[in-house]
């Protein structure tokens, strides 16, 4: 949606100790509330995004934009799961280019290590923990299989940042991987 004129740029946000997940706003951007705060200026508002897994996040947002009187006329949407689908057509109208009955959604930019649970940003910097941290519960890898998939994970990542360097490319841009420390 190059051409709206707002944009909300939101991420789960997990604390690296605790595991703890809330919704705020993606790194390097204004604050959860400023962004919802630029939509008063309008009496109703569609939301579009790749896709949604459970449909929490995007009831919750739904529900933070109506408290600032704003109308959420609409859900669009790339891809959903039966049960978000459901969740959010009970509340709003819906579209959904692509509906499936999915057992697990993980992007391979998790897998490769250059994205995975956001952490706030430090010194301007994005933070994140890549998802090999907890892959049996955030990609749902069965305890057997974990530390082969990590290993596989982990040397993929090393590869393409390699290929990256070699290219000239800042590799700084992706973002600092941390440690989780919270409950596996």
């Known amino acids: 949606m190059p051409n709206a004129p707002e944009f909300l740029e939101i991420t789960r946000e997990t604390n690296p100790v605790t595991g703890e997940v809330r919704i ?3 790194p390097g951007n204004k604050s959860l509330e400023e962004q919802i705060n630029a ?3 309008y009496k109703k508002v569609s939301l579009v995004d790749v896709g949604a897994f459970e449909g929490d996040t995007i009831l919750e947002i739904c529900g933070r934009i109506e408290k600032e009187g704003v109308e959420v006329d609409g859900v669009y949407l790339g891809f959903s799961s039966e049960i978000a689908n459901r969740k959010i057509c009970d509340r709003y109208k ?3 280019l692509n509906l499936f009955n999915l057992y697990e959604w993980i992007e391979l930019r998790d ?18 923990i890549p998802y090999w941290e907890n ?7 069965p305890e057997e299989n974990e530390r082969e ?7 993929y990542n090393q590869k393409l ?11 700084s ?5 941390i440690s989780y420390g919270g409950k596996r």
């Open 111 to 128: 897998f490769f290590g250059i994205d995975g649970r956001n952490v706030r940003c430090e010194d301007g910097r994005k933070m994140f």
């Open 161 to 171: 940042f390699c290929l990256l360097e070699e290219a000239g490319q800042d590799i």
């Open 39 to 41: 939509l008063r200026g």
């Open 94 to 96: 819906s579209r959904v």
């Open 24 to 26: 705020a706003e993606r």
């Open 135 to 141: 892959l049996i519960k955030w990609a749902s890898i």
């Open 149 to 155: 998939v990590r290993e596989l994970c982990i040397s």
């Open 173 to 177: 841009k992706t973002g600092k991987a």
